[in-house]
């Protein structure tokens, strides 16, 4: 009888397909590029967070994720995959932002308990999401404005 490792996961019943997918090519991003910090920097940057706020959410200082940004320090497992995690829990927020719905902070709680992420920690993420979602639209308005009427 041959022997196979064998790997089983709970169905995940919160967690849409295309978040799946988000996570997924986020950890290829971190782990296939030689520069994960740079990759971990990028996604701070794309979602409006600073190093301290990203400290907040990853329980580390802020000089802690500097040195993973610049490279001086291999982020750990752990951090990476709680790092995708959040961010792929801040797209989640922001992608019911842009659908016009009321986010509802029960599928929230639940996408949550099933990533493994804190619900102590979902007020700050929801935070974070919105303030970037809205910035980011507001730029958008304002540059469709600009070329609609020139400067």
């Not at 790997?7 to 967690?15: G, I, Q």
């Not at 950890?27 to 701070?44: C, N, P, T």
């Not at 009321?102 to 493994?116: C, P, Q, T």
């Amino acid at each position: 009888m041959e022997n196979r490792l064998k790997l089983t996961s709970k169905p995940l019943l919160h967690t849409p397909p295309w978040l799946i997918s988000f996570e997924k090519d986020m950890a290829g991003e971190i782990f296939l590029y030689d520069g994960s910090g740079e990759v971990i920097r990028e996604y701070r940057k794309r979602y409006g967070m600073s190093q301290e706020e990203l400290g907040k959410l990853m329980d580390l200082r802020r000089e802690s994720i500097s040195r993973i940004e610049n490279g001086s320090v291999t982020p750990t497992f752990e951090f990476v995959r709680m790092f995708i995690k959040t961010m792929a829990m801040i797209e989640a927020i922001r992608v019911e932002r842009a659908q016009n719905k009321n986010i509802e902070v029960y599928f929230l709680e639940n996408l949550a308990k099933e990533s493994g992420l804190s619900l102590e920690k979902l007020p700050f993420i929801m935070k974070i999401a919105v303030e970037s979602y809205d910035k980011k639209l507001i730029k958008i308005q304002k540059s469709l404005k600009e070329e609609k009427y020139g400067k």
